[in-house]
């Protein structure tokens, strides 16, 4: 059984950082591509960034490129979104997600996480 694990989300101001990790046990991240998604109350869930298995490719959602960096360490079985210059709408619930083949769909993904709250706000 494929377990995802998030850390690292919390309250930050506006234009704060916060760096998500997505952590596996029990099997290597690097057979798989990993998507991060984000979900709002009330809102659908979206796509927010994903990365290939090889890490030769990388996918962002347009209204977050140059925000949010996506990165692997294979070392450390994690994959990581470094999130910069938050603003008050970035708040939801951040997933990770993992299967076969890059995709920003989350309806593509095998293997979900639990989430963690990211918050932001003065």
């Known amino acids: 059984q494929l377990q995802l694990v998030e850390s690292g989300g919390g309250l930050v101001q506006p234009g704060g950082s916060l760096r998500l990790s997505c952590a596996a046990s029990?099997?290597?991240?690097?057979?798989?591509?990993i998507g991060w998604f984000r979900q709002a109350p009330g809102k659908e869930r979206e796509g927010v960034s994903a990365?290939?298995?090889?890490?030769?490719?990388?996918y962002y959602a347009d209204s977050m490129k140059g925000q949010f960096t996506i990165s692997r360490d294979s070392a450390k079985n994690t994959v990581y979104l470094q999130m910069n210059s938050l603003k008050p709408e970035d708040t939801a619930v951040y997933y990770c997600?993992?299967?076969?083949?890059?995709?920003?769909?989350?309806?593509?993904?095998?293997?979900w996480g639990q989430g963690t709250q990211v918050t932001v706000s003065s």
């Open positions: 997600a993992a299967r076969d083949a890059i995709s920003g769909s989350s309806r593509l993904y095998d293997y």
């Open positions: 990365i290939s298995s090889t890490n030769s490719t990388t």
């Open positions: 029990g099997f290597s991240l690097d057979y798989y591509a």
